[in-house]
Structures are given as structure tokens and as C-alpha cells.
């Protein structure tokens, strides 16, 4: 029988794996710990891809609806809405999606069912529109409908974590907003924020908080929607792991897959520094190299070998990473070989400025051609530019240089 491998590059990881992020988990169970006080805290969560924000958001959930206990020694009792927002998400499908799924969590109880019908029946008027027709929607529509949806919201949350009849059904409600970044004009993220956080202090509702994710242009285009919106959060930017974590997401994944198969497998200290020191802390590396090494293993001992022959042969890591995350960036928007050695070039410098001069030095072509690839690949912003110095460029990701470069290593 073939063993089920225990690493999951796929998917968020479950708390039982969930590796670091000590100090990020540590404000957010304060916001947590706040909002169920009375002092609603929001935060904005931004980060690379693949590097960790879903997971994190995962754990937060876990800890929100009182299924892990919190380090305040209580389980949470949160109702938690899920919104994971696509380039399709406007105005309209968010808030009935939030209906949708706040009388799914909520409707269970007679009496609040009936409360809930009556609180949110202005959805029932809404028209899902498709963004053409919604852009033409006058400011003064959306302002009603995002009032309609913050006193809505304000009634509904008073109503479950209400204490004075002694029945406090919940301590109050947490979106999780995800993939932020792919939201369009017309959900008017940023301002829907801003607007509703003010409107529930209004209406004397403290007990909702919002947790936003998404890649860091995130904060780009919540300023465009509203320019303040930004200061409403907190801002947690997540990061590498440390070699202690990254061994201990490898550890943890050996000793769940010993639970799960009747055959042991061990792995072997070197083969663990290995898959530590390739992934540079990204988390989607440690994952998919750990899967691919379990993969290739043959005799129940992963070592160096099997680490490698995973990473690096044909469908191995490196290709399933490029696949899911920078096959866009590095194949399809780059028709051109030539341009495609100038970013084999500057991933050298992983995501560090380098000069012009500098590139060109290395490149094997003629100098034109570089200075065509520089203007394309920003204007793509595959690289940056440096505002402030003259002849700088980078690539806007180092878990992409990263894959770049080991590219480059496959061919030695
Ligand atoms: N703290 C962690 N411990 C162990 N594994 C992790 C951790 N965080 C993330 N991972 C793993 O890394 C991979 C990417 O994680 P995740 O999907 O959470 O990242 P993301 O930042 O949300 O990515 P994207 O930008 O694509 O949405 C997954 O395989 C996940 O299991
Ligand atoms: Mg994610």
C-alpha cells in the first residue's frame, strides 16, 4: 500500500502543524480579547505569497470560535463569517453573502432565525448586478446600502452578545476577509471598512472586528478605495520562518504521517537542514519540498538524496511550485528567453535593488535588449523600480528570486 504522505502544500495548514507566528497569533488573540471587551481592534494581515497568511487566519478561526483555548485561559465563543474575496466580489454579492452565511451560522435558534429575517430584508431587494451595470451606481446608493448592511449588522451583534438578560449567546462576530488583494472598484473595499467600523460605533455595537489579508499591493488598493481606510487596522506583515520552525514543520509532518501509515519513516538531520536551508523560510517551500522528498523516498529513511531527486527532478518541487504560484509571471507573460536571463540575473540579488550597469554586465545578449526587458517587466511590475535612484530595479519577490535561482541550480 502506498503511504499517504502528511505534507499538504496545498492547502492552509491545520493547527496541529501550524508552525511560529508567535507574536502575529499574539495580537490577534488581543484583538480577540478586546473586541469580546467592548474595544473592537481590526487588523490588516499582508504578506508574499505562500507565505502563511491564510494558515495564520485558519489558527485565528479555530481560536474565535472557542475550538482552541485562548493563552486569557477562556475559548472564545466568536461567530466567525468567511469571505474569501475573488475579481468577481462587488458590493452586492459581499453583503449577501455575509446574510447568507451569518443566518447559516445564527439560524439554527428559533427565535433568532425569525430576528434575522426581519433585521436583513433589505437583501432580499438587492439585484446581484454584474460589475458593467454596477459602476454607474450612484455614491449616494452605495452609501445606503452599506448603512443598511452596518445597522443590520449592529442589531444582530447586540442581539447575540447582549448580557443583560443573563443569555450571552456570543461574544461577537469576526470577518475574515482573504485574498483581499483581488478586490475590484466595485466592492469599494477600503471604504465599506472604514464606513461600517464608523457606522457600528454609532449605532453602539463594539463587539465586531475585521481581519483583512492579502498580498502587500493590498494596501495600495484599499487606500485608493478610501485613503484613511488604511489607519483603521493594525498591520501585521508576516514573514520567513526561522530555521526552528522550519525544522519543526518538518518534524511534526514525519510524526503525523507515522500515525496515519503502518510503515515508519525517519528522516535524517541533514536531509531536514536541507529542505531548512532551500526554503529560505517560505512555508509553501518547506511544505512541497518535505511532499516531494516523502514522494521519492524508497526505503522508510528520507536523506539528502531524496530531498534533491524530489526537489529538482522533472514534476518534482520546484515545478509544482512554479506551477501554482509563478508560472504566470515567469511563462506566460514573459514570451522571451532573453528576458527570462535578465530576471535569472537579478534573482542573484533575490529581491535587492541592482543597477542597470550591473545586469548588463552579466548579460549575453546586447545591451538594447535589456533595456527593452527592464521596461517591459516593470510595466508587467514582474520588477520595481527604484523612485528615489536612477538606474535600480528588483524583483518585487524574494520567494520568486528564490525560484528562479534554484531553476538556474536544476541545470548544474
Ligand atoms: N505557520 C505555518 N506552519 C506550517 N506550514 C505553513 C505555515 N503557514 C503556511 N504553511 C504552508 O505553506 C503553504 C502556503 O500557506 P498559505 O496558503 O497559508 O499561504 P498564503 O500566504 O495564504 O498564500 P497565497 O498568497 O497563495 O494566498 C501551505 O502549504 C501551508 O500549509
Ligand atoms: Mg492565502
Known amino acids: 500500500m502506498p503511504k499517504i504522505n502528511p505534507f499538504k502544500p496545498n492547502h492552509p495548514v491545520s493547527p496541529g502543524m501550524f508552525a511560529g507566528r508567535l507574536e502575529e497569533i499574539r495580537h490577534l488573540e488581543k484583538g480577540l480579547w478586546q473586541t469580546k471587551n467592548g474595544h473592537p481592534n481590526n487588523f490588516l494581515v499582508t504578506g508574499e505569497r505562500g507565505i502563511g497568511k491564510s494558515s495564520l487566519l485558519q489558527l485565528i478561526k479555530y481560536f474565535a470560535n472557542g475550538d482552541i483555548e485562548s493563552s486569557y485561559g477562556v475559548n472564545f465563543n466568536f461567530v466567525t463569517v468567511n469571505l474569501v474575496i475573488s475579481h468577481k466580489t462587488n458590493l452586492n454579492s459581499a453583503v449577501k453573502l455575509i446574510d447568507r452565511i451569518l443566518k447559516r451560522e445564527l439560524g439554527k435558534v428559533e427565535k433568532i432565525r425569525s430576528f434575522l429575517e426581519s433585521t436583513w430584508d433589505f437583501v432580499q431587494r438587492l439585484k446581484i448586478l454584474d460589475s458593467g451595470i454596477e459602476s454607474t451606481v450612484q455614491n449616494s446608493e452605495i452609501d445606503i446600502l452599506i448603512d443598511d448592511f452596518a445597522y443590520s449588522l449592529s442589531e444582530t451583534c447586540k442581539r447575540i ?18 485574498e483581499a488583494d483581488n478586490t475590484c472598484e466595485n466592492l469599494h473595499l477600503g471604504y465599506l471598512i472604514k464606513a461600517v467600523t464608523e457606522l457600528l460605533v454609532q449605532y453602539e455595537c463594539h463587539n465586531v472586528m ?203
Do not use: C
Not at 161 to 178: A, C, M, P, Q, Y
Not at 259 to 279: C, M, P, Q, V
Open 210 to 412: 475585521f481581519i483583512v489579508a492579502g498580498l502587500p499591493d493590498v494596501i495600495d488598493k484599499l487606500s485608493n478605495s478610501h485613503p484613511s481606510s488604511i489607519r483603521i487596522f493594525n498591520h501585521l506583515i508576516i514573514k520567513e520562518l526561522s530555521p526552528s520552525d522550519r525544522h519543526y514543520v518538518v518534524e511534526r509532518g514525519i510524526e503525523k504521517g507515522n500515525e496515519i501509515n503502518e510503515e515508519i519513516t525517519k528522516i535524517t538531520s541533514k536531509a531536514k537542514n536541507l529542505i531548512s536551508t532551500l526554503s529560505e523560510g517560505y512555508p509553501h517551500f518547506i511544505q512541497q519540498f518535505s511532499y516531494s522528498a516523502f514522494d521519492y523516498n524508497s526505503d522508510g529513511e528520507i536523506d539528502e538524496d531524496d530531498v534533491t531527486g524530489g526537489a529538482f527532478g522533472k514534476g518534482g518541487a520546484l515545478d509544482e511550485i512554479g506551477t501554482r504560484y509563478y508560472h504566470s509571471a515567469y511563462n506566460e507573460q514573459i514570451k522571451s528567453d532573453d528576458y527570462r536571463e535578465v530576471l535569472s540575473i537579478m534573482s542573484n540579488s533575490m529581491n535587492s535593488w541592482i543597477k542597470k550597469s550591473d545586469i548588463l554586465k552579466e548579460f549575453s545578449g546586447a545591451d538594447y535588449i535589456v533595456t527593452d526587458a527592464l521596461k517591459a517587466l516593470t510595466s508587467r511590475k514582474i520588477i520595481l523600480k527604484n523612485p528615489s535612484k536612477r538606474g535600480e530595479y528588483r524583483l518585487q519577490q524574494r520567494g520568486f528570486a528564490l525560484w528562479i535561482k534554484m531553476f538556474g541550480e536544476r541545470k548544474k
Open 161 to 178: 452578545s447582549n448580557k443583560e438578560d443573563g443569555t450571552r449567546l456570543k461574544d461577537g462576530i469576526i470577518f475574515f476577509i482573504d
